[in-house]
């Protein structure tokens, strides 16, 4: 199995792209770091305490992290999430405590040790990556990968007309992580936005066994009602955004995209936290971004219902 880290604030979308992975064989989640983003980090961090509870698995590490973007304001987005982060669903309370690291700290500790470089799987603003790369810079060469769910090529932003919500929470954090020579695969809105789920999959869900895939279906139809209506109208269905870059690792025939070098705007007020493409090689700089536009919506999808439905 793969060994990821996954770096989340939970969040619907994360929450399910978490149980995914942890449903899923071919991958091995050493641990989970938390950050501010779609709520508080107090929230995010029991949050994903909430979500090992669920998958029953006492053994995961949880480290919270970084409370607020590195220069901007906190930003959270409740009217997507719920206050909670994870309304609509009961999951049980923690069933253990968080670990007494920091998460930038153990994240750095943990890629240092490791013999093999690591991937880390971040759907989140980018502040715990970001702190870590400055605070160890040769951790660059002990990630492996770093698969991101974040900003938008060609479609313009879910935050401002310009930026998607990770990035625009943070984004000197994305700059830092982009301007690195990290290997990255980039899940955009373009592609996200492309893998919906509708109320057809949440009845499958609840129809298949187990607490895990009765509480995403009941999380999927509360964000089908918020982020569905708030972006495109609920006939179109939710993105599944985070739960993207996890579907790739398990099963890369699921998604297409080409390489390319991405640049993140901080400067202007207008655009602040746009992901710039360099589609025509322009930048004297490496290609080292796989930026993902096309996805098999379908097969994704049973994917996931498959995959939860065993958890
Ligand atoms: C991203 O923002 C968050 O609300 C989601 O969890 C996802 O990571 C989508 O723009
Ligand atoms: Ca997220």
Same mark, same amino acid.
């Given at each position: 199995a793969l060994p990821i880290i996954i770096d989340t604030d939970p969040g619907q979308d994360d929450c399910i792209a978490i149980l995914l992975a942890l449903a899923s064989p071919e991958l091995q989640v050493l641990g989970l770091t938390t950050v501010a983003g779609n709520v508080s980090a107090p929230q995010t961090a029991r949050n994903a305490l909430r979500i090992c509870a669920l998958a @029953?698995?006492?053994d995961l590490p949880v480290f919270a992290g970084c409370e607020r973007p590195l220069l901007n304001q906190p930003y959270h987005a409740p009217e997507i999430h719920g206050e909670s982060g994870l309304d609509g669903?009961?999951?049980? #309370?923690?069933?253990? +405590?968080?670990? /007494?690291?920091?998460?930038?700290?153990?994240?750095?500790?943990?890629?240092?040790?490791?013999?093999? /470089?690591t991937t880390i799987v971040a759907v989140a603003p980018l502040t715990n990556?970001?702190? *870590?790369?400055? %605070? #160890? /810079?040769?951790? *660059?060469? +002990?990630? @492996?990968?770093?698969?991101?769910? &974040?900003?938008? $090529?060609?479609? &313009?932003g879910n935050m401002t007309p310009a930026a998607?919500?990770?990035?625009?929470?943070?984004?000197?954090?994305?700059?830092?992580?982009?301007?690195?020579?990290?290997?990255?695969? $980039?899940? /955009?809105?373009? !592609?996200?936005? @492309? !893998? %919906?789920v509708r109320y057809e999959h949440v009845e499958r869900l609840r129809a298949a066994k &187990?607490?895990?895939?009765?509480?995403?279906?009941?999380?999927?139809?509360?964000?089908?009602?918020? #982020?569905?209506?708030?972006?495109?109208?609920?006939? @179109?269905?939710?993105? $599944?955004?985070?739960?993207?870059?996890?579907?790739w690792l398990i099963d890369p025939t699921l998604f297409r995209g080409s390489r390319l070098s991405v640049r993140v705007e901080t400067g202007s007020p207008l655009t602040l936290g746009q992901t710039l493409p360099d589609w025509r090689g322009l930048w004297d700089r490496p290609a080292n971004v796989e930026a993902f536009e096309d996805a098999d919506a379908p097969r994704i999808l049973d994917l996931l219902i498959q995959r939860l439905g065993k958890l």
């Open positions: @029953k698995r006492r669903a009961h999951l049980p #309370e923690p069933r253990t +405590k968080l670990q /007494p690291r920091h998460a930038v700290d153990w994240l750095v500790e943990t890629l240092m040790s490791r013999d093999e /470089p990556i970001a702190m *870590a790369l400055r %605070r #160890e /810079p040769r951790i *660059a060469d +002990k990630i @492996k990968r770093l698969v991101i769910m &974040g900003g938008a $090529l060609r479609v &313009g998607e919500f990770n990035v625009f929470v943070d984004p000197h954090a994305a700059a830092i992580v982009f301007d690195s020579d990290i290997d990255i695969a $980039l899940f /955009p809105l373009d !592609v996200t936005w @492309k !893998v %919906r &187990g607490a895990a895939a009765h509480t995403v279906a009941d999380l999927m139809d509360f964000y089908l009602g918020t #982020e569905a209506m708030a972006q495109s109208g609920q006939d @179109k269905g939710a993105p $599944l955004h985070d739960a993207c870059a996890i579907a």
